[in-house]
C-alpha cells in the first residue's frame, strides 16, 4: 500500500472523471447543502482510488461547508494534473 499510485486505467480516463467531478461540483453541487461533507469525502475516496494518496488532497473542500467557495477551484483536475506529470517522470 506504500507505493500505491491508483487503479491502472489510462490516464485520459482518469483526467476525465476528475474533470467531470469537477464540472458537477462547480453546478450541481454547490446546492448540495445538506449533504457536502458526504460529497466531498466520497469524492475523496473516488480521488484516492484513482491517483493514490494524492488524491486526498480533495478533502480540504470539506473545510468549506457553505460550498460556495470550493466550487471555483477545480481540486479535481488539479489533482489529475499534477499526478498525470508525476506518472509521466521516469521512475528512479
Known amino acids: 500500500m ?17 474533470v ?10 454547490r446546492l448540495l447543502l445538506g ?3 458526504l460529497s466531498e469525502v466520497g469524492t475523496a475516496v473516488i ?3 484513482l491517483w493514490g494518496p ?5 478533502l480540504w473542500e470539506a473545510v468549506d461547508l457553505t460550498e460556495q467557495l470550493d466550487g471555483f477551484v477545480p481540486t479535481n483536475t488539479i489533482i489529475a494534473i499534477a499526478a498525470s506529470k508525476k506518472h509521466a517522470a521516469p521512475q528512479a
Do not use: E, H, R
Request: proline share 5%; charged share 10%.
Open 2 to 18: 506504500q507505493n500505491y499510485q491508483g487503479i491502472p486505467m489510462p490516464v485520459w480516463a482518469k483526467f476525465t472523471i476528475c
Open 54 to 58: 494524492i488524491g486526498l488532497f480533495t
Open 35 to 37: 449533504v457536502s461533507l
Open 20 to 29: 467531470l467531478f469537477d464540472l458537477f461540483d462547480f453546478t450541481v453541487g
Open 47 to 49: 480521488m484516492f482510488v
